[in-house]
């Protein structure tokens, strides 16, 4: 079966940072696309960050310079590095296989949540 | 401010059908057929119900469809059920130059 399981979230204050991971079971992440996306309170979904099976990554404007995303082949996780966060950056993230042919999200991991707060 | 703009509601009865649009500009929804469709419980995580515009994933009932016109995208949800109730996100590829993904608002629809 296809899952994906995040964790690493937590209350972190302004200015920290977060690590958040994305455990793969029933395929292989690196030979997928791979993105985040993630829900503040009472809010809509927001594209965060891709990375394409060859390794190449993009970020939306909101956290570009801030965050990174990575991930690593030998346990097949995918990771979301949050650098100088903010409390716009509270949210649900949410990890994703992304269809890169189509462009949608078709495996979206239970997500786990960042308060950003002092 | 969302990229793409959808109706904060819509509600049908049972049995019903609704549409929700989603209107995007020809650098998004127009410009691509990459539209996809979302349905959200709440405190659940989003579910594909509709990519490429009007293609259904397996499992997901023939009572929910897809088309396009010009710059605004629709979901159309026939012979609602009560468990149709739930948040609609829609999305669409928005990247020429650079990827991006952009998303609605997100639509709520009630099933009376």
């Known amino acids: 079966e296809v899952q994906l399981v995040e964790s690493g979230g937590g209350l972190v204050q302004p200015g920290g940072s977060l690590r958040l991971s994305c455990a793969a079971s029933g395929f292989t992440v690196s030979s997928n696309y791979m993105s985040w996306v993630r829900q503040a309170p009472g809010k809509g979904l927001e594209w965060v960050s891709v990375?394409?099976?060859?390794?190449?990554?993009y970020y939306a404007d909101s956290v570009k310079g801030r965050f990174t995303i990575s991930r690593d082949n030998s346990k097949n996780t995918l990771y979301l590095q949050m650098n100088s966060l903010r409390a716009e950056d509270t949210a649900v993230y949410y990890c994703a296989v992304f269809d890169h042919y189509y462009y949608y999200m078709d495996v979206w991991g239970k997500g786990t949540t960042v308060t950003v707060s002092s | 401010q969302s990229a793409l703009t959808q109706p904060p509601s819509a509600s049908g009865s049972p049995g019903q059908s609704v549409t929700i649009s989603c209107t995007g500009t020809s650098s998004d929804v127009g410009g691509y057929n990459y539209v996809s469709w979302y349905q959200q419980h709440p405190g659940k995580a989003p579910k594909l119900m509709i990519y490429?515009?009007?293609k259904r994933p397996s499992g997901v009932p023939d009572r929910f469809s897809g088309s396009k016109s010009g710059n605004t995208a629709s979901l159309t949800v026939s012979g609602l059920q009560a468990e149709d109730e739930a948040d609609y996100y829609c999305?669409?590829?928005?990247?020429?130059?650079?990827?991006?993904?952009?998303f609605g608002g997100g639509t709520k629809l009630t099933v009376l």
């Open positions: 990375i394409y099976s060859g390794g190449s990554t």
């Open positions: 490429e515009v009007s």
């Open positions: 999305s669409s590829y928005a990247g020429s130059n650079n990827f991006e993904v952009v």
